[in-house]
């Protein structure tokens, strides 16, 4: 079911365990989620998510029950939820512009590597865009993300077909990017994509704070930017909050985002 290729350097203390009355369609996925990345599987045996985390001295567990697997941490829940991608492709499909897609100058057959998928909102707009004869990929660090996030590309059900279809489109790997780039030859990909953690958190949003604690936290290396060009044959773009200092220290002087938006995106051309 999880077809996570590659695995992270950087990993979470984690165990996998079910909902407290468990099908055994759970169970079965349970424990293929701790084989495949080596962690263990616990029965719930009558205990809360609290109490089964304190006795095995973890911070969270991910946690598969009958609608959905999440990643729980006191009183936080980390899931999969194309979030704004469904209303920004709605904005696309009347004739909207898309911020994002504007600064990648992303067109039909095209493909983009995202180097920093977090919850995949990004990558599912982008495979919408790029269509059944492009490719997007989407690269992350954290392996509950990644889980979490590939498994609901695959298995989300939206009403809208096209909207589904550009979710399924999406490929996960669970690595580290700087370590993927690094393999990759030069021009493998039309546009390389970055939308790191903010430095400094624009709002208080649940689920974003979830992931924050889940994310990898290191900053975009200058290293890893000169990969990016190297790998891209277009151009590289990173999103960061509007007047960021990250953007002249990683060397982007171009910018593309509406004027009174709070984020900007960065664009170097090849």
């Known amino acids: 079911m999880i077809d996570t290729i590659l695995q992270a350097h950087y990993r979470e203390k984690l165990a996998v365990t079910t ?7 759970q169970v079965i996925t349970a424990t293929e989620l701790a084989r495949k990345f080596n962690v263990p599987f616990k029965d719930r045996d009558g205990l809360s998510l609290k109490t089964l985390a304190s006795n095995l001295n973890i911070p969270g567990l991910l946690v598969v029950s009958s609608l959905k697997i999440s990643y729980v941490s006191g009183q936080q829940e980390f899931f999969f939820h194309p ?35 977090g919850l995949g909102s990004d990558a599912v707009v982008a495979s919408y865009v790029s269509g059944g004869t492009g490719k997007v990929v989407g690269l992350e660090s954290s392996t509950v993300i ?14 809208e077909n096209d909207i589904a279809m550009s979710m399924r489109r999406v490929k996960v790997f669970n690595i580290d990017h700087i370590n993927y ?10 546009i390389v994509y970055f939308d790191p953690m903010f430095r400094y958190p624009r709002h208080k949003s649940p689920s974003i704070n ?5 994310a990898n936290p290191e900053p975009v290396k200058r290293e890893t930017i ?16 509007r007047n960021s200092p990250e953007f ?9 985002g509406g004027k009174y938006g709070p984020v900007a995106y960065g664009v170097i051309e090849r």
């Open 83 to 117: 979030g704004l991608a469904r209303l920004r492709i709605k904005g696309l499909k009347y004739g909207k512009t898309d911020q994002m897609i504007r600064a990648m100058s992303l067109k039909e057959g095209e493909t983009l590597l995202d180097c920093t998928m």
């Open 248 to 256: 002249k220290r990683l060397g982007f002087n171009e910018f593309v």
């Open 146 to 159: 990644a889980v979490l996030v590939e498994h609901g590309l695959q298995t989300y059900c939206d009403p």
């Open 19 to 25: 909902s407290l009355r468990p099908t055994r369609e």
């Open 210 to 214: 979830a992931m924050r604690n889940l």
């Open 181 to 190: 780039l690094s393999g990759l030859d030069a021009g493998s990909y039309d």
């Open 226 to 241: 000169e990969k990016a060009l190297r790998v891209a044959r277009k151009r590289v773009v990173m999103k960061e909050r």
